[in-house]
């Protein structure tokens, strides 16, 4: 039990990637609180949870209202007394060519990833210090082969790396760490865009060493908790990258 009595608040954990996460923190003993838009899939996430021993909290939560997110984290830490983990998952997608994208779409990314990255990681810092971590979900958009359609997703992802490196440097010392993981998984997201878009799924599945995309608890959830564990205690301000060796970071 890598994470017994740790309370991890983990967004966008109704489905995919994130409850991947969350599913993985309960398993090694941590108490979840489970946020996103729709209550009901986070009833779900919640109740997948507490077959795994562990207490789940449910909170509607919106990434783009800075008021929403200070009140979650609010109840949060008024629920469970403690916060030791969050993990920043949730984001809307901004994909498409520069000439397809306009500002609203743009913007809705920018709310969603680096904007609520910030401020999340903020309103969390005076709970987190002295053993906090901070997982952030970044993404190798930016390090594909052909950008074309995925400059406005690459770029707020960008972002989300450079904020992560900064809280790295600024409250290490404090007992904080912040790393950001960059995961392909069979998400309900990546599950359209390979119905939709099958000649570029093949061509990209064909690009992972490992042949394969990867599962959301299984592949990124399991590597979550053993970052958040006393095990990654000296990794500190990184990207990596869970994508079977797709993506070369340098």
Known sequence: MLLQNKVALITGAGQGVGQGI?????????????????LEKLETTCELVR?????????????????????????????????????????????????????????????????ATFRLMKLCYPHLKGDGVIINLASSAAKRWDMTGYGGYAATKEA?????????????????????????????????????RPEEAKEFIASIPQRRIGHCEDDIGRFVAILCSDYSAYVNGQSIALDGGQAYLG
């Open 51 to 115: 077959e795994r021993g562990v207490e789940a909290l449910p909170l509607v939560c919106d990434v783009k209202d800075a008021q929403s997110m200070k009140e979650t984290v609010e109840q949060a830490v008024a629920h469970f007394g403690a916060l030791n983990i969050l993990v920043n998952n949730a984001q809307e997608v901004p994909l498409g060519t520069l000439h397809d994208l306009d500002d609203e779409k743009f913007n809705r990314g920018w709310e969603s990833g680096p904007l």
């Open 160 to 196: 989300i790396r450079s904020l992560t490196r900064a809280a790295a440097c600024e409250w290490g010392h404090e007992g904080i760490r912040c790393n950001a993981i960059l995961p392909h998984a069979m998400s309900p997201g990546l599950e359209w865009w390979t119905t939709n």
């Open 22 to 38: 969350a599913l993985a923190l309960a398993s090694e003993g941590a108490k979840v609180v489970v946020t996103g838009r729709t």
